[in-house]
């Protein structure tokens, strides 16, 4: 069982930056890879990034690619979001998300794949 916690989520103006972290529990957590996905109004969850078990690997939806980066601490249990250059449309409940795999170096970015989804945090863009 893993339970993961986010944090960081807020208000702020597009351009401007936010950090997302998210802690797991548990003694396992480099069996996991870890994403981030995000749901706005009316829409979908979709999918932002991912980060493989070593932290090798990773993986952006192309909306975000050069503006977002995933980071791992598995000394910590945590994974990050740095999201810079934000926009409005980044406007979403962001999800932390854990799968587990055998497979140091890939990354996982359906939600099919995920074992265990944090609670979210609210990440507002304003214009």
């Known amino acids: 069982q893993v339970q993961l916690v986010e944090s960081g989520g807020g208000l702020v103006q597009a351009g401007g930056s936010l950090r997302l972290s998210c802690a797991a529990s548990g003694r396992t957590f480099s069996t996991y890879a870890m994403g981030w996905f995000r749901q706005a109004p009316g829409k979908e969850r979709e999918f932002v990034a991912a980060i493989s078990r070593s932290g090798s690997s990773t993986d952006y939806a192309d909306s975000v690619k050069g503006r977002f980066t995933i980071s791992r601490d598995n000394a910590k249990n945590t994974v990050h979001l740095q999201m810079n250059s934000l926009k409005p449309e980044d406007t979403a409940v962001y999800y932390c998300?854990?799968?587990?795999?055998?497979?140091?170096?890939?990354?996982?970015?359906?939600?099919?794949?995920?074992?265990?989804w944090g609670q979210g945090t609210q990440v507002t863009v304003s214009s």
């Open positions: 998300a854990a799968a587990f795999t055998a497979y140091s170096g890939r990354t996982y970015y359906t939600e099919g794949s995920q074992d265990y």
